[in-house]
Every structure is written in C-alpha cells, then in structure tokens.
C-alpha cells in the first residue's frame, strides 16, 4: 500500500517530496545516506531532499517512508521530546536514520534544493497505515523481507546505479586453454559439459550472475575473507537476513538475497577447518559444500553460479587438496544436472589458485584431444 498522491508537482528544478502526513507520525532513524526528511511540527509536510541520488523512484521511496513509519508512530506517541522539525536520511530501500532535530525554520534551510508537493492525500490511508504500526523486531524483519523484494524486482538498470561496477556473464569468457594439460583426462571429453565451465580471477562480489557462494562461517553473520567482503558489498540487510537463518553447519548450503551486490542471491556455505591436514570427514565436507551450493542453486532456478576457493582461506584446506574436490564435484553434478544449469565459475583470487585451476581443469574437462581419454 502505498501513498495515494493524487499528483506530485515540482514546484522548482530540482527533485525534492513533501510528503502530507498525520502530525504524528515520524520516520525514524535506521541508517543513512540519501535522502533526508524533514518533518515540520504542526504542518502538513515531510521534506524529502536527495543528494546524489540517481534517478530515484518516488513510489520506492514512499513505500519505504510507510513502512518506516509504521514503527516510529507507536514510538513517537509516547516520545517527550519537544515537537521540533525531525530530519531522517534514507539508506536506501527500507532504512532510515535520524540525523538529529532542528528547528522548523533551520530544518527549511537544510539542503533543500527543491520541492515537489503532493497536492493531496486520501487521509483515510495515512489514518489506517498509522494504525498499522508494528513491533521494532517485526518492522525489522519486514525490513530485509521488503528490501529483498525491492531489489529483485528491479530493472537491470535500476540495479546497476545501485552497485555501479560489476562484470557480466559475457565478460566471463568460457574455459578454453587445455594447453597445460599435464596428463590424461579423468573424464571422458564432453563438448557441452565443457561449455558451462569458467575460470575468474577476480572478486566474486563484483560477478553479476545468478548466485555467488560465500565460503561463511556457522554464525552465517559475516566474517573476514570472501565473507567479509560479501557482506560489505551486499550491506546491513544482508546480516539481518542472515540472523534469521538459525546459522550454518558444515558442508550445508543456506540461500539468501544478495541486496546492494550485483549477484540476484548468495548461496552460504560452511567449509571444513582443516588448518592443514585432511582426512575423509574433511574432503567429505567439502564436497558437500560444492554439491549443495549447486543442488540449492538448481532448486531455485538458478543458473549461473560462482565458487570461491572454499575453506583454503582461514580454514586452512590445502589448495591442491580442495581443487580436485571442488572440479570433481562440479563435473558430476553436471552430468546429471547438465539442463539446469548454464555457467559454473571457479573465481580464484590468489595467482597460485589460478595455476592450480589452469592445470587441473583440463582433467576434469578434457577438450577435443587426440590422445584416447580414460574413462
Ligand atoms: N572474491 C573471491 N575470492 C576471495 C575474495 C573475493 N573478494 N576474498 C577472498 N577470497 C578467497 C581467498 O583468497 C581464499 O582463496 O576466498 C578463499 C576462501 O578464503 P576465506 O575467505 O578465508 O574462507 P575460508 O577459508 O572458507 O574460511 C572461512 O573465514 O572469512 C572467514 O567468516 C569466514 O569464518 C569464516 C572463514
């Protein structure tokens, strides 16, 4: 439900909403970086300036601005504080900060570059959205819910002005240099099979595809490593997704929204600690981590996913033990799921994982070659 604005007229250049709101109802602080409200004690008008904002949707923010509310009134009505002008910036899609309290005549001079005043607002919503106020941990949780939502169902372009560098799957060129095979192939050659694979070296949070794996820790609430770098990319609501999950345990795979990264979803998954040495219980656990990610991605419709090297990092599994699990897995999971699945990307970031994955991909998906390959 969002405002009725029976019409929004730009009263100057610049992009600037009043929005007609019961006296009452505040947006409330979250977080912040885009745009500013401004309410005005006693008037009929919120402020709302952008500053840098790339061609913003009024409605998005608007729905955001309810949404918001629907919080704050419970908590306004029992507030002390004197009815002084309010401003809030908006983080963006379901998030705003309180940036402190002004008095109405400072809050009109404060960045206000330019105003679009709704000429007029069917009050009947504004009393049943404020009548609608829910508890902090429900708002919370609708929160990521809505901003999950907000995000996928953006345009591409809307998405881009949000994550601003990425690199799409066409300048992900498909494996294609046998040239270090070292020995014969353990795979019969398949032409198809070999079509879906990539090799990356890069950042796995720039890779604008359908999934990128994060090699998580239980807590799924962010880590250091490719985690870390994750959760910064994706931002806060990522966390708040992720604390609803009830954690991660090893070699399992749990699905959420990827938010500000230009990945549509992250698929978590928690890799053995091996701190150097490996058994079968730790090569186990890491096929799991592999066959899982996939098996969630397929379940989901998802059909190009990214690996990062799991568990080489800080958990400690040697390299040149966890590249033969890792294409192993990978090659039979797409034997039999070979229709489900488009692109699989082993994005190393370390140069000693891109030899290891130059000279072991060949193995695993051999090309055309004239040498009779092992079956
Ligand atoms: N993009 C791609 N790969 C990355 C990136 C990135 N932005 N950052 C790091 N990596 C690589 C590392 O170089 C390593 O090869 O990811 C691989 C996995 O390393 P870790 O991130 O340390 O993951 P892991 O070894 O599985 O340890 C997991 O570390 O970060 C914490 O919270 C995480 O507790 C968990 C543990």
């Keep these: 439900m969002a405002f009725q604005l029976s019409k929004l007229t730009a009263r100057l250049s610049l992009p600037k909403y009043c929005l007609q709101i019961t006296e009452n109802n505040f947006p409330r602080s979250l977080n912040s970086?885009?745009?500013?409200?401004t309410y005005f004690p006693g008037s009929w008008y919120h402020t709302v300036s952008r500053s840098g904002v790339a061609s913003l949707n009024i409605t998005r923010v608007l729905n955001s601005y309810q949404r918001v509310i629907n919080t704050v009134q419970r908590v306004e009505k029992f507030s002390s504080t004197s009815a002084t002008a309010k401003s809030f910036e908006w983080l963006g899609i379901g998030a705003w900060r309180r940036v402190g309290k002004f008095s109405a005549p400072v809050a009109l001079l404060l960045g206000l570059s330019a105003t679009v005043a709704a000429s007029s607002v069917h009050s009947g919503v504004l009393?049943?959205?404020?009548?609608?106020?829910?508890?902090?941990?429900?708002?919370?949780?609708?929160?990521?819910?809505?901003a999950k939502k907000e995000f996928?169902?953006?345009?591409?372009?809307?998405?881009?002005?949000?994550?601003?560098?990425?690199?799409?799957?066409?300048?992900?060129?498909?494996?294609?240099?046998?040239?270090?095979?070292?020995?014969?192939?353990?795979?019969?050659?398949?032409?198809?099979?070999?079509?879906?694979?990539?090799?990356?070296?890069?950042?796995?949070?720039?890779?604008?595809?359908?999934?990128?794996?994060?090699?998580?820790?239980?807590?799924?609430?962010?880590?250091g490593g490719v985690d870390g770098a994750i959760h910064r990319g994706a931002g806060p609501m990522l966390k708040k997704e992720c604390s609803t999950l009830g954690g991660c345990e090893t070699g399992e795979a749990k699905?959420?929204?990827?938010?500000?990264?230009?990945?549509?979803?992250?698929?978590?998954?928690?890799?053995?600690?091996?701190?150097?040495?490996?058994?079968?219980?730790?090569?186990?656990?890491?096929?799991d981590c592999y066959f899982n990610c996939l098996h969630t991605a397929t379940e989901n419709k998802l059909r190009t996913v990214a690996f990062p090297c799991i568990s080489t990092g800080v958990y400690g599994y040697p390299p040149e033990q966890a590249v033969e699990v890792a294409l192993k897995t990978v090659r039979e999971y797409l034997e039999k799921h070979h229709a489900q699945m488009d692109r699989v990307i082993f994005c190393v970031f370390l140069k000693s994982d891109e030899e290891l994955y130059k000279n072991r991909l060949p193995a695993y998906f051999a090309k055309d070659v004239s040498s009779k390959s092992k079956l």
């Design 152 to 223: 996928l169902s953006m345009s591409l372009d809307e998405r881009r002005k949000v994550y601003k560098t990425y690199v799409t799957l066409e300048d992900i060129p498909i494996w294609d240099d046998n040239a270090a095979a070292s020995e014969e192939p353990l795979y019969k050659v398949d032409e198809e099979l070999n079509k879906k694979i990539s090799l990356f070296k890069g950042d796995i949070t720039k890779l604008e595809i359908d999934a990128i794996a994060n090699a998580a820790n239980k807590s799924l609430l962010g880590g």
């Design 255 to 287: 699905i959420t929204g990827a938010y500000r990264l230009p990945a549509k979803y992250v698929i978590h998954t928690v890799g053995p600690i091996a701190h150097g040495s490996v058994g079968e219980k730790e090569e186990q656990a890491l096929k």
């Design 33 to 37: 970086s885009r745009i500013s409200v």
């Design 127 to 146: 009393c049943a959205m404020a009548a609608q106020s829910g508890s902090d941990s429900e708002t919370e949780n609708t929160d990521w819910k809505k």
